[in-house]
């Protein structure tokens, strides 16, 4: 069996949803997909007006930079940037971001912005708040998170 045989997805504005499935059922495959991360093979993928197949990639960077965010199940912050130039270095190539310090602030991290990684909380989520405010600062139309909660929920 293929990974996604018989999909048939259809999502809207200002919609949560949640993907549920078992390990290997291709959650993440659909995610990086959807997100522009890997280009389709076979079948049809649209936003909006326009066919992700085929479209290149300076199409799905231009996608990925206008149009979409991550959280990602692993953190991946720059161990050398403060938690502030983190989130700065994708508000810099957004076309109408949220200021670092707004986003650093909306995850509850005001008081923390000149940290680096090494000096905030993995397990008790403060990283992945960063990741966090990196992905809602861009003002992404599409936020796509990967095990959102599993950092958070840890204590």
Same mark, same amino acid.
């Given at each position: 069996?293929?990974?996604?045989?018989?999909?048939?997805?259809? +999502?809207? %504005?200002? =919609?949560?949803?949640? /993907? @549920?499935?078992?390990?290997?059922?291709?959650?993440?495959?659909?995610?990086?997909? #959807?997100?522009?991360?890997?280009?389709?093979?076979?079948?049809?993928?649209?936003?909006?007006?326009?066919?992700?197949?085929?479209?290149?990639?300076?199409?799905?960077?231009?996608?990925?930079?206008?149009?979409?965010?991550?959280?990602?199940?692993?953190?991946?912050?720059?161990?050398? +940037?403060? %938690?502030? =130039?983190?989130?700065? /270095? @994708?508000?810099?190539?957004?076309?109408?971001?949220?200021?670092?310090?707004?986003? #650093?602030?909306?995850?509850?991290?005001?008081?923390?912005?000149?940290?680096?990684?090494?000096?905030?909380?993995?397990?008790?989520?403060?990283?992945?708040?960063?990741?966090?405010?990196?992905?809602?600062?861009?003002?992404?139309?599409?936020?796509?998170?990967?095990?959102?909660?599993?950092?958070?929920?840890?204590?």
């Amino acid at each position: 069996m293929r990974a996604l045989e018989g999909i048939d997805l259809e +999502l809207f %504005a200002e =919609e949560k949803t949640v /993907l @549920l499935g078992p390990s290997g059922s291709g959650k993440p495959t659909l995610l990086n997909i #959807l997100g522009g991360l890997y280009h389709v093979t076979s079948d049809r993928v649209w936003f909006r007006d326009t066919e992700l197949k085929g479209m290149g990639d300076r199409g799905f960077t231009r996608y990925r930079r206008h149009h979409v965010s991550f959280v990602f199940q692993f953190y991946n912050l720059a161990p050398r +940037l403060t %938690a502030r =130039e983190d989130v700065q /270095l @994708l508000t810099e190539v957004a076309p109408d971001p949220v200021p670092a310090e707004d986003g #650093l602030a909306l995850v509850g991290l005001g008081a923390r912005m000149d940290h680096f990684p090494s000096e905030m909380s993995g397990r008790g989520g403060e990283q992945q708040r960063v990741v966090i405010a990196r992905a809602i600062a861009k003002r992404p139309e599409i936020l796509f998170c990967d095990e959102l909660t599993g950092g958070l929920l840890r204590t």
